[in-house]
C-alpha cells in the first residue's frame, strides 16, 4: 500500500464545495472519480480541511492510499487527463503510512480578494467580492491585527455546530499568527494564517471587517466580538467567491 500526497488546485465556483454529497458536484467527488478511473480502486481522498462552496484553492493538501504501482510522475499526468480543466493536480508525492492531509495539519493560511474599483470585468467576477463603496481601509488592517493570537473564535463560527470543524476538537480555539490588510491595485486583499480555521471563520472575520471600514464598528470592537464568543456579536458572512485557501503547513 502506497500512501500518496496531491497538491490540488480548483476554481471553488464550478462545485458545491469539497465535501462529497449526492447528486451534487463537489471536489472531493470529482477527484474520487479521477482516482478510480485511474486505479480502478474506489477510495475516498482525504483533504486539508473541507472548502465551502465557491471558495478557491491554490494548494489544498490531498491524501488517499492506493495499492497501484502507477510512478508519481505519470499518476500527476492521468489525474489531469481526466479531471476536468477547473481542478488541476499541481505535485504527486509518496509519503509515510503516518502522514494525513487534516491531521498532519500544522498551520494554513488563506486569502480574501475584494476587489475595489467601480466595474468589475466579468471574467474576475467569480474569484472576487466587488466591492465599490467606501472603506476605511486603514481601520480594517487596524482591526485584522486584533484577532492576532490564541484565542475563542466562537464568535465567528458558523451557528451549526456540526458544520465546518476540520476533523478538529470541539474547542473554537483558534492560534491566529498574522492577520493583515494589503492593497493591491484596485484590490483590498486579507491574509490570514493560523492554527486551524472553523466553518466560515475567514468569511466571518470579513464580514466584521467590512462593519470596521464603514465606521458601524470601531477597531476595538473586534476584541470584544471576540470576548463575547456569540456569533450574532459578528458581522455578516463574506460571499464565498473572494476566498482562497492559499497553503498548508505541515
Given amino acids: 500500500m502506497r500512501n500518496l500526497k496531491l497538491i490540488l488546485s480548483y476554481d471553488g465556483a464550478e462545485f458545491s464545495g469539497w465535501q462529497v454529497q449526492p447528486a451534487t458536484s463537489t471536489v472531493q467527488g470529482t477527484l474520487a472519480s479521477a482516482i478510480g478511473r485511474v486505479t480502478g480502486e474506489k477510495v475516498l481522498p482525504q483533504g ?14 490531498v491524501t488517499f492510499v492506493t495499492e497501484s504501482s502507477v510512478p508519481t510522475e505519470n499518476f500527476l499526468k492521468a489525474l489531469n487527463d481526466v479531471l476536468p480543466a477547473s481542478v488541476r493536480v499541481m505535485e504527486v508525492t509518496e509519503m509515510p503510512a503516518g502522514f494525513h492531509a487534516r491531521h498532519s495539519a500544522k498551520a494554513k493560511t488563506y486569502r480574501y480578494r475584494m476587489y475595489r474599483g467601480t466595474i468589475c470585468a466579468p471574467f474576475l467576477a467569480r474569484y472576487v467580492w ?33 458544520c465546518g470543524r476540520e476533523g478538529e476538537p470541539v474547542s473554537n480555539a483558534r492560534t491566529i499568527f498574522s492577520s493583515s490588510w494589503k492593497r493591491e491595485g484596485d484590490e483590498f486583499v486579507y491574509s490570514v494564517r493560523g492554527s486551524g480555521f472553523l466553518h466560515h471563520m475567514v468569511r466571518n472575520l470579513v464580514g466584521t471587517f467590512i462593519l470596521v471600514g464603514r465606521g458601524t464598528l470601531a477597531p476595538e470592537d473586534v476584541t470584544r466580538i ?16 473572494g476566498l482562497y485557501l492559499v497553503s498548508v503547513e505541515y
Fill in 226 to 241: 471576540v470576548e463575547a464568543r456569540n456569533r450574532s456579536a459578528a458581522g455578516a458572512t463574506a460571499p464565498a467567491s
Fill in 130 to 162: 466587488h466591492y465599490p463603496y467606501p472603506l476605511d481601509e486603514s481601520a480594517m488592517a487596524e482591526a485584522a491585527r486584533l484577532v492576532v493570537g490564541e484565542k475563542d473564535f466562537t464568535s465567528f463560527a458558523a451557528v451549526d455546530p456540526e
Fill in 48 to 61: 486539508s480541511g473541507r472548502t465551502d462552496s465557491g471558495v478557491h484553492a491554490l494548494a489544498q493538501v
